[in-house]
């Protein structure tokens, strides 16, 4: 598999994190960990497919994916191409009406957000530009074009800064407070911009800071530094979040 990453624009660095475009010459599947951005996917060549169970679900050629708190397998077949745009925390808000929240652990045709006109263009764009950069153009074109309001919810904004550089562990009713808002007001902002609710972001920002960490050598330490209440209640939400157990997970290759 090759993998390359590529930015936007200025204008769009605030709103999309980065684009990524996937090319491998043979069938192989890959294990996807749990994303707190919404991402597009477009796919150039060949097909990707979701496994499930041994299940194979084609994906449409075009897809958006919200945030979603478990992992995933996902199949290329032989001589497959696809390009991920990969949102900012907030990113996504500026481009589309929807609550983000519709989102959650759903993947779907990207025409539930682009009229499917725009996004037939682009794909035969896509398809006949001779280069990956001419393909990083068309994209930036795309979202300038689509990009309804430049200012964030700085409300919001500053509760991610806070939830990510507490790694997770924090009191999301004593953030509201900080942060002047009554629990209930800033869940829905927060549901809205970023596509979960603030506890379900905290835990993937935790559970996400747990498996970026070197090997654990203790799984009952880093169980508690990181604010579960015993091993037991760690493991399961370690291989909900990752699907495998951590010493599956720490020799397993082929992850994101």
């Known amino acids: 598999m090759n993998s390359k990453i590529y930015f936007p624009c200025n204008e769009l660095k605030r709103f999309i994190r980065f684009y990524r475009i ?3 010459n043979h069938n192989m599947i890959n294990r996807v ?17 979701f496994l499930n169970h041994d299940k194979y679900d084609p994906l449409p050629s075009a897809i958006v994916s919200g945030v979603r708190k478990t992992a995933r ?7 497959s191409k696809s390009l991920i ?6 990113g996504a808000s500026s481009f589309f009406n929807i609550p983000l929240s519709e989102l959650y652990e759903q993947s779907i045709s990207l025409e539930y957000l682009i009229d499917k006109d725009i996004i037939q263009s682009v794909e035969e764009n896509l398809n006949i530009a001779k280069s990956d950069f001419e393909r990083i153009k068309i994209l930036d074109e795309l979202f300038l074009n689509k990009l309804k309001k430049r200012d964030l919810d ?5 509760a991610v800064l806070e939830i990510s550089a507490a790694k997770g562990n924090i009191r999301i009713k004593e953030l509201s407070q900080k942060l002047f808002i009554s629990i209930d007001a800033f869940e829905k902002r927060f549901r809205k911009s970023v596509g979960c609710t603030p506890k379900q972001f905290s ?6 800071s747990i ?12 169980a508690l530094e990181n604010g579960f209440y015993d091993q037991a209640h760690f493991i399961k939400e370690f291989k ?15 992850i994101w």
């Open 240 to 254: 909900l979040f990752t699907g495998l157990t951590p010493s599956e997970f720490y020799n397993a290759s082929n």
């Open 33 to 49: 960990m749990p994303n707190i951005n919404l991402a597009i996917v477009f796919t150039l060549r060949g097909q990707i497919a």
């Open 211 to 222: 498996i970026q960490t070197h090997r654990p050598k203790n799984l009952i330490d880093l």
């Open 85 to 90: 745009v990969l949102f900012t925390e907030m």
């Open 203 to 208: 835990s993937l920002i935790r559970l996400k």
């Open 73 to 79: 397998n996902i199949n290329y077949k032989e001589n």
């Open 154 to 158: 700085l409300l919001i904004y500053k």
């Open 22 to 24: 996937i090319e491998t």
